[in-house]
């Protein structure tokens, strides 16, 4: 092999970009999700490089990255200065995920008490570290995408790392689930049978699985842009949904979202009894 052949190779390596995926407090699922695009992933090796990524490797390459994409919220003192160094190595931060985008399941300890919590779980509860809140990468760094999902949709997610490469903005829909519906010729669940669903309020991207076995959309992709809870709560509670009903439904993966937090507050009161109802 001549010299000059040996040496394309090594111009092909440095134009590659270098992306690395971080953990935070999650489940892995979005991890999981980019693991499984693994053919898709070749397709873009001759222009991308993992250069971190301890979910699929071992091998660690020294910063700074290109990309990083981060899973999983901040829930620990450790993580919210863990967070600030990776933000310092990325040229490009992205969020996937509930958890990372709106402090995922975990931010239902934004409602109670944590001391309480850990003092009845924990036999030494004073060896625990943690926050009082679980909350989004955004509350602590700049972010330049977020990506919703409980877990992320990977064809989205293919697309954002894409249009970075290519220098545009991502093609990452904001309209409901309810369009998703349509496109797919599932009839409306409560039009035709009164079942509470978040399908009006939901960010797009899981192409509406759950209206399609006639379940209610349980908001895994966390609110839409501008989302009229007020109104879809008005209309479950003419389907029989009581104030309480109204607090859990917007209480699940994506339940610190600003949009989501702001309705289930909005029907959670205090009984004479002085205890949340």
Not at 47 to 52: D, K
Not at 117 to 134: E, G, K, N, Q, R
Not at 207 to 222: K, L, M, T, V
Request: net charge negative; charged share 20%; glycine share 8%.
């Amino acid at each position: 092999m001549s010299a000059d052949s040996n040496q394309t190779p090594a111009k092909q390596t440095s134009a590659k970009q270098t992306l690395a995926v971080w953990k935070f407090s999650s489940c892995d699922g979005c991890q999981l999700s980019l693991l499984d695009c693994e053919d898709e992933l070749l397709a873009l090796a001759d222009r991308l490089r993992i250069a971190y990524f301890l979910e699929a490797t071992s091998a660690v390459a020294e910063g700074p990255y290109d990309i990083s994409i981060v899973e999983g919220s901040i829930t620990t003192p450790h993580d919210a200065e863990r967070i600030r160094e990776v933000r310092r190595q990325s040229r490009t931060l992205i969020t996937i995920g509930a958890c990372a985008t709106a402090g995922g399941i975990q931010a239902l300890r934004n409602f109670g008490d944590v001391a309480e919590f850990t003092s009845i779980v924990y036999a030494s509860p004073d060896f625990i570290s943690t926050l009082s809140t679980s909350t989004p990468i955004s509350a602590h760094v700049p972010v330049d995408f977020e990506l919703n999902g409980c877990p992320i949709n990977k064809v989205q997610l293919l697309e954002v790392i894409g249009a970075h490469l290519a220098g545009r903005r991502p093609r990452v829909r904001g309209h409901s689930v309810c369009v998703e519906c349509k496109r797919r010729g599932t009839v409306c669940v409560m039009v035709a049978h009164g079942t509470p669903c978040l399908g009006p309020v939901t960010h797009a991207g899981c192409g509406a699985i759950c209206p399609a076995y006639d379940r209610g959309c349980y908001g895994c992709f966390g609110p839409m842009e501008s989302p009229n809870t007020a109104a879809l709560s008005a209309r479950m509670a003419e389907l029989g949904s009581e104030e309480i009903d109204l607090v859990r439904v917007y209480r699940t993966f994506n339940a610190g979202s600003a949009a989501f937090r702001e309705a289930s507050e909005a029907h959670e009161h205090e009984p004479a009894g002085g205890a949340p109802a």
